[in-house]
């Protein structure tokens, strides 16, 4: 039997890849959800798969698409209690959204359980944003569902929780395929029909009709571009416009890709074509990247979940800035997401379906800079440009720049970020005061995590579900003791060091739980593995501090052997010491 698994997340098919090992069947597993998933079963039945084992909403879209048999992998009372476990860690009003088999058995369980949560059911997945958009309004806060609830979750602001299988399930979808293929192999024979689609034109062809479905697509297409993200409004930008064009990269290669409306038949169809196009050269420069929202979605990551005043402060200005034209600054240490707020802004903003470019400063040379500001790739059309580290660009790059940004930007709009405070350097002619003028117009200062405690115990059990889909595991939470261990850390690198906290201790956790060993443990190895090192952000001053308090504390707090290592006099040291 040669069996293809389906994954809507790439935890699911990790587990099913360890599990598989032990069965005497040919198997192979891919991630794809939803119309991804029917192409890719679609190939699979071209290449002689006998079964597919899928999941969810994916699974029954597949079966409408091919004609070999498709094994849904259930979701078991053991999911829906893991999940509704873990939710509990999460603040607000939660509610479960799904396709029938989901929102079905999550209610059945509630309803055995007594657990008061509401459930509600999706026919396809078109109908998923009107139904979040709705709960939103009525002040739901978290989501359980599955990959593409949970996507289109995020997307609006809202917290996702994704509804996991675990190993019973899998082994239990196992079992059911070796039992029906076993059925299907004595009459096979009388069903087998060829499926081969012979294109040899070089453009890639899809057309998709009003209920957001291809009913055709190319070979070219197929393996090139692949299913259309946020096909909902390159249709509806089709339809209001007549045409759309824009460009992306995928597979070292860049396409020119173009959507019209035609009728055929009294049926509105969206017809897009993809062309090779000159390539973009500048994805050879490390630190240089563009994202197209119709390629992939953008994610603010974890930015309007906070519940900290300050946090609150920030992100009710940055939706304020999202309609301006004006650059925006954005100040704070190293992890505490600045990347992040800038794509909230971005996602917030009239160019929302235009690209982000984002350039980390600190690792372009002059002569890289050059180039970048000489691309009309970068400095052209409409979009987000996010320049991070900006206080580590060299100063001949800055003059670069103000000569580029004084020129004409059309409806391009500028965000920057920097770790230092750059009015200093400007002051100490470090930074080009000119350029910081110019770019220095709304400005936005992110708060250490330290700053925000409040945020550590809900952001950790989104690091937990965002583990659990990425490793294929089910912990549900942390033991309530665990709680003190997170909030009284120093988190010196912010939200990316909780982060790295929380998935390892996900990783080396044994039970459903992480216990409060497992946090201790993995905060003092984090701890043992930091030491030596100096927090370089903040000022020049505060730098100067650290490491002069790090040598005295080295020297046994002897003043004398302090001074003459560092260089200076006594009553110098005596006064940085104070």
């Known amino acids: 039997m040669k069996v293809m698994a389906i994954a809507p997340y790439e935890g699911l098919k990790e587990l099913m890849i360890q599990l598989a090992e032990h069965e005497d069947f040919e198997f192979q597993a891919v991630s794809g959800d939803l ?139 196992f079992l059911y395929a070796k039992k029906l293929y076993s059925f299907l192999n004595k009459i096979k024979h009388k069903y087998a029909v060829p499926y081969h689609i012979l294109q040899q034109d070089e453009t890639g062809y899809a057309v998709y009709n009003e209920k957001l479905r291809p009913v055709f697509q190319n070979n070219v297409f197929a393996e090139h571009i692949g299913p259309l993200q946020n096909i909902k409004e390159l249709i509806g930008e089709a339809e209001k416009k007549g ?47 563009i994202q197209f929202p119709h390629q992939q979605p953008l994610r603010a990551g974890y930015m309007e979940t906070s519940k900290s005043e300050k946090m609150q402060r920030v992100l009710q200005n940055a939706e304020r800035y999202a309609s301006r034209r004006e650059p925006v600054w954005i100040n704070g240490a190293p992890g505490t997401g600045k990347e992040h707020l800038a794509r909230l802004i971005h996602m917030k903003s009239s160019n929302k379906h235009e690209p982000f470019k984002k350039i980390d400063a600190g690792l372009l040379s002059d002569k890289e800079w050059e180039h970048v500001c000489e691309s009309e790739d970068i400095f052209s059309g409409t979009g987000t440009l996010y320049i991070t580290q900006i206080d580590r660009m060299p100063q001949r790059a800055q003059q670069l720049l103000l000569r580029r940004i004084n020129g004409p930007l059309n409806e391009f709009r500028l965000i920057l970020s920097s770790s230092r405070n750059v009015n200093l350097l400007a002051a100490e002619d470090k930074f080009s005061a000119e350029l910081y003028d110019a770019l220095c117009h709304l ?45 009284e850390a120093k988190w010196p690198d912010n939200l990316n060091q909780l982060r790295r906290t929380v998935r390892t201790c996900v990783l080396e956790a044994k039970g459903a739980y992480i216990e409060k060993a497992d946090v201790e443990r993995v905060l003092n190895r984090l701890e043992d593995d930091g030491k030596g090192e100096i927090d370089l952000s903040g000022t020049l001053e505060e730098i100067e501090k650290r490491i002069i308090q790090k040598v005295y504390t080295e020297e046994g707090k002897n003043q004398t052997r302090t001074a003459e290592r560092l260089g200076i006099n006594r009553t110098t040291l005596w006064r940085k010491l104070k």
């Open 35 to 173: 119309q991804r998933g029917v192409e890719l079963a679609k190939e699979a039945e071209a290449n002689g798969t006998d079964m597919i084992i899928s999941r969810g909403g994916t699974a029954e879209l597949i079966q409408h698409e091919v004609s070999i048999p498709v094994v849904d992998i259930e979701v078991s009372g053991y999911d829906i209690l893991r999940v509704l476990t873990l939710a509990k860690g999460y603040p607000g009003k939660t509610a479960i959204v799904g396709f029938p088999l989901i929102s079905d058995g999550a209610s059945a369980v509630c309803e055995i359980l007594d657990i008061s949560m509401d459930t509600y059911t999706v026919s396809a997945e078109s109908d998923v944003e009107p139904m979040l958009i709705q709960l939103k309004k009525q002040d739901y806060q978290v989501i359980i569902g599955d990959v593409i609830t949970i996507e289109k979750a995020e997307r609006l602001g809202l917290n996702g929780l994704l509804l996991t299988s675990g190993k019973e399930s899998i082994a239990k979808a």
């Open 243 to 289: 045409e759309i064009q824009y460009r992306f990269r995928e597979q070292k290669q860049t396409w020119t890709m173009t959507g019209r409306r035609v009728f055929v038949s009294g049926e509105a169809l969206t017809v897009f074509t993809a062309e090779k196009s000159a390539d973009i050269t500048l994805s050879a420069v490390p630190g240089v990247t």
């Open 443 to 487: 400005e936005l200062h992110v708060p250490r995590l330290s700053e925000r405690k409040e945020d550590i115990w809900h952001l950790a059990y989104q690091f937990i579900a965002e583990s659990n889909e990425t490793f294929g595991k089910q912990i549900v939470g942390f033991r309530s003791d665990a709680r003190a261990n997170l909030e």
